[in-house]
């Protein structure tokens, strides 16, 4: 499903004056009746009919309507990264806007519709076989956020409550416990001391690992841990595979394709492809190469049910990681056919020394 935007601006703030502007204009019936009919608070009811009635909306009720109903526009990952917004004047992080097909779509935490964008327009891919009257679903939120935080956010922005703590919700201690791992280990960096910084991590990932948590915010613990092993370079081919491999796990617990799927697997992804470039000859790394194509078929596999299947979408999304890619996929055919060329060698000096003892 593809739904374009009533309206898009940089900011919620400027997202309300605008739709207050334009419900008021005197051209701007249409517009306001879509806004009124948008879902909003039960008791503006009343409300909405004397604005219908009067022609004119109040900018209370508007900033109301406008809260239960924008999205972000999100940007998706480019070769497993968030793009930064460093740029003087760069407002693509804040840009929301106001969809009439987003509006009717609830919030779950396991929702069955993953919510991408292309541009302005917003998309909705199924991500399983739905049953006739079922209800789309979609997750609002980030799926790496705790319970505490879900639930402050949908609450005060979407006046609608939690279904958790389910049972993947890490208990509270759990969470604040790898949190002050985690504060413990930026002092550590700051200190200019890596080495123990590594070591802290690393006992922080293991006390995760053994409380047993399946959280999806645990998934941030994994995932700092691989950039750490990067930054440090101590054997972090090593650590960064099995710590990103852990992360894809936690966050794909709840909803089994998402954006933050999409971005894990393609770290995932670039992890196996730094492990084969760094053993220098990869020609005879046929291990490697196994992993790195058992990657990229996870990679594109998220990145297809969540960006769509088409032809080119994956290199589009991931330009640098196609090329690193394709030059593995070129050698892996070679391998192949080098193989079956030798194989074949050996064959025909076998029927030949066959022939020769005949």
Not at 6 to 32: I, K, M, T, Y
Not at 320 to 347: G, P
Request: glycine share 6%; net charge negative.
């Amino acid at each position: 499903l593809v739904d374009a935007p009533l309206l898009v601006a940089n900011s919620r703030q400027r997202l309300v004056a605008a739709a207050a502007e334009e419900a008021n204009a005197e051209a701007g019936e249409e517009f306001r009746e879509l806004l009124l009919s948008l879902c909003g608070d039960p008791g503006d009811r009343g409300k909405r009919v004397i604005a219908s009635d009067d022609g004119f909306v109040e900018l209370p009720l508007v900033e109301r309507i406008v809260a239960h109903n924008y999205h972000v526009v999100d940007r998706p990952p480019l070769d497993g990264l968030v793009a930064e917004d460093d740029a003087e004047g760069s407002i693509a992080s804040t840009e929301c806007g106001l969809w009439p097909l987003a509006s009717i779509v609830n919030h779950s935490l396991h929702p069955n519709v993953a919510r991408t964008f292309a541009g302005h327009a917003t998309c909705y891919r199924l991500l399983r076989d739905l049953a006739p009257g079922e209800e789309l679903l979609d997750n609002y939120l980030d799926p790496r956020l705790p319970c505490s935080e879900r639930t402050l956010i949908l609450r005060q922005v979407h006046g609608i409550s939690d279904e958790g703590p389910d049972e993947f919700d890490a208990p509270e201690e759990v969470l604040v416990d790898l949190d002050r791992g985690r504060a413990r280990v930026q002092e550590l960096l700051k200190e200019d001391r890596p080495d123990e910084a590594l070591q802290m991590f690393a006992d922080v990932v293991k006390r995760c690992q053994n409380s047993g948590c399946r959280d999806p915010a645990c998934a941030e613990v994994f995932r700092a841990f691989a950039d750490l092993a990067q930054i440090c370079g101590s054997h972090s081919s090593a650590l960064r595979i099995p710590c990103l491999t852990a992360a894809l796990e936690n966050v794909t617990v709840r909803e089994a394709f998402s954006s933050v799927s999409c971005l894990v697997a393609c770290e995932l992804l670039a992890a196996t492809l730094d492990c084969l470039e760094s053993q220098g000859s990869i020609s005879n790394n046929s291990s490697s190469i196994a992993e790195v194509t058992a990657a990229a078929k996870v990679a594109r596999e998220h990145c297809a049910r969540v960006y769509g299947a088409e032809s080119g979408i994956f290199e589009l999304l991931n330009p640098a990681l196609s090329q690193r890619l394709s030059a593995v996929e070129d050698l892996e055919e070679a391998v192949v056919i080098a193989t079956d060329a030798a194989d074949l060698d050996a064959a025909t000096a076998s029927v030949l020394s066959m022939d020769s003892l005949d």
